[in-house]
């Protein structure tokens, strides 16, 4: 199975600031890779594929960039609703494999 | 807008088999450009693909629970259906049902089923006697 490695595993931000989230793939994935947000009790929500495509309806403040083994999301101007937790997954091969998550706390 | 929504029990006891139905709305099921798929989440963790199926009755599972998973697909009702055999405390999780979405690539080549696009609100399944 490919392994999905985020870091950091938490940080803390304050409104307005911006946030970059790394996502590290155990070995090649072209750019078969989404991200994902999941607030408390609540499904996860995509937010990009394909690595820096924006899925419909995302605000643009939400960027994806990389490829290969390295990935990164990025957060500009950070809202209240941005709280959450975030995950990477790889779409590149069977298993379907996420990242442990990334949870953005307020400062 | 598509929804889904997940059913089933709620508890489960050791060694039976958790059974659950996801059923989806604002769209058809047979539509070829998706998969739709069974994701669960243990209470506090991150998230485990346990796999998917397209409108055909193709099916592609995780390896780690290959062996106790089946995914059925029912079009005449647009739902799908989750079987986990021989549950333990380990499968006590919020399971998700979702649909997998493909794109065309930057040659114009289709790719199908890589990204989770709806998902249900997940339903909660505690293994306990």
């Known amino acids: 199975d490919i392994q999905m490695t985020q870091f950091p595993s938490s940080v803390s931000a304050s409104i307005g600031d911006r946030v970059s989230i790394t996502c590290r793939a155990s070995q090649d994935i072209s750019s078969w890779l989404a991200w994902y947000q999941q607030k408390p009790g609540k499904a996860p929500k995509l937010l990009i594929y394909g690595s820096s495509s924006l899925q419909s309806g995302v605000p643009s403040r939400f960027s994806g960039s990389g490829s290969g083994t390295d990935f990164t999301l990025t957060i500009n101007s950070l809202q209240p609703e941005d709280f959450a937790t975030y995950y990477c997954q790889q779409a590149n091969t069977f298993p379907r494999t996420f990242g442990q998550g990334t949870k953005v706390e307020i400062k | 807008q598509v929804r889904l929504q997940e059913s089933g029990p709620g508890l489960v006891k050791p060694s039976q088999t958790l059974s659950l139905s996801c059923t989806v709305s604002g769209g058809s099921i047979s539509n070829g450009d998706y998969y739709w798929s069974w994701i669960r989440q243990p209470p506090g963790k991150g998230l485990e693909w346990i796999g998917y199926?397209?409108?055909?009755?193709?099916?592609y599972y995780n390896p780690s629970l290959k062996s106790r998973v089946t995914i059925s697909v029912d079009t005449s009702k647009n739902q799908f259906s989750l079987k986990l055999s021989s549950v333990t405390a380990a499968d006590t999780a919020v399971y998700y049902c979702?649909?997998?979405?493909?794109?065309?690539?930057?040659?114009?080549?289709?790719?199908?089923?890589?990204?989770?696009?709806?998902w249900g609100q997940g339903t909660l399944v505690t293994v306990s006697s």
């Open positions: 199926i397209y409108y055909s009755g193709n099916a």
């Open positions: 979702a649909r997998v979405k493909g794109y065309y690539d930057s040659s114009g080549y289709w790719q199908a089923a890589k990204d989770f696009d709806y």
